[in-house]
């Protein structure tokens, strides 16, 4: 997933229909290019800051969904918060009812005791005037539903918070799909305007890697959870990349990590941005099989390192999921799980 990873502007959302019309085209989108630039250069160029947009909106993506699917798990909490409210609210209610009702057939109804059919008990407990003629059990059980009324008002209006949210999150989700679709389907159009044997030179140069990364060898993990995630990660080999996907038939770069270690009995976060801290920061010197390799200043695409200066992860849709040299972009950090 090398040098593809630098993807195209945002705006960059024209297709180009013959190689010799790529020049003008990437100038238009990321500003004027050496004269020296070919056709071929220029569409990779292109190429891989499309890819690197797209995974930056995937992950972004990802953080939203996962935050929806936070929401929708709070908001059902809180629904049923306010049914075991609202039922503590009817029993009182039910309760003082009966005392009223009593009343009423020994001559009338304590006009105090009227108030327990409004929806607002403060207004009796605010002329304490009116409780010479009720218990302290009586009073009692009036203070507890105006506690239960206040708390049942405070979990509706959490909850609706919850839906809005939700609302927003949702709506991100989808800004985010788009974004993605948008930033592939331009990649897949520039990529299949090329002759093929440019096509086949654009995947080869996407997984040419770094000399300058001495001392990486092929150590054992660090950890019995490492070693299992690595066992995962190797199982996935070959599966396409999806993106948004966590398993087990695709996976997009962060997926791929998630699940992985979720075969290990380790919970990773969703994003790559995430995962970048969860868990100890080694240099790559010391880098071992299965920790997390992160790549960019921003974070937004990782793999798991395997021993000899390689790595496994998920590149870019059409790639399938495959080894890599670790140095094949920018590294900014490795996090031990």
Not at 22 to 32: D, E, I, R
Not at 49 to 76: C, H, I, V
Not at 115 to 121: A, E, I, V
């Amino acid at each position: 997933m090398g040098s593809h990873r630098r993807l195209a502007p945002s705006g960059f959302d024209r297709g180009a229909g013959a190689a010799v019309g790529f020049l003008s085209v990437a100038a238009a989108a990321v500003g004027a290019v050496p004269a020296t630039a070919t056709p071929y250069d220029d569409t990779r160029a292109s190429v891989d800051r499309l890819y690197e947009q797209a995974e930056k909106a995937t992950e972004a993506y990802n953080a939203a969904d996962e935050r929806a699917d936070e929401l929708r798990d709070e908001a059902g909490i809180a629904r049923d918060r306010i049914a075991r409210r609202q039922h503590r609210v009817n029993t009182l209610r039910e309760s003082l009812g009966s005392l009223a009702g009593a009343q009423y057939r020994e001559g009338g109804i304590d006009p105090s005791l009227a108030l327990l059919f409004s929806d607002d008990p403060d207004d009796y407990l605010d002329h304490a005037s009116r409780l010479d003629r009720l218990t302290a059990h009586q009073a009692g059980e009036l203070k507890q539903l105006r506690h239960a009324l206040r708390e049942l008002a405070q979990d509706r209006e959490e909850a609706a918070g919850k839906l809005r949210e939700l609302d927003r999150s949702r709506k991100a989700v989808a800004a985010h799909k788009k974004t993605v679709e948008r930033k592939l389907a331009t990649a897949r159009r520039l990529l299949n305007s090329l002759p093929e044997s440019e096509r086949d030179a654009y995947g080869r140069a996407s997984r040419s890697g770094r000399g300058d990364l001495p001392g990486l060898d092929g150590a054992t993990a660090a950890s019995g959870r490492g070693s299992a995630a690595v066992a995962a990660a190797r199982s996935a080999l070959g599966k396409p990349y999806v993106w948004g996907a966590n398993g087990p038939t695709g996976f997009d770069c962060s997926g791929l990590m998630q699940w992985s270690y979720a075969q290990a009995g380790v919970s990773l976060p969703r994003t790559s941005q995430a995962q970048r801290y969860a868990g100890r920061q080694v240099p790559l010197s010391e880098a071992r099989p299965g920790d997390l390799v992160v790549y960019r200043g921003d974070a937004s695409h990782v793999g798991m390192y395997m021993g000899n200066g390689q790595v496994i992860h998920a590149p870019y849709p059409g790639a399938p999921v495959r080894y890599d040299p670790v140095g094949m972009m920018p590294v900014s950090s490795v996090t031990r799980v």
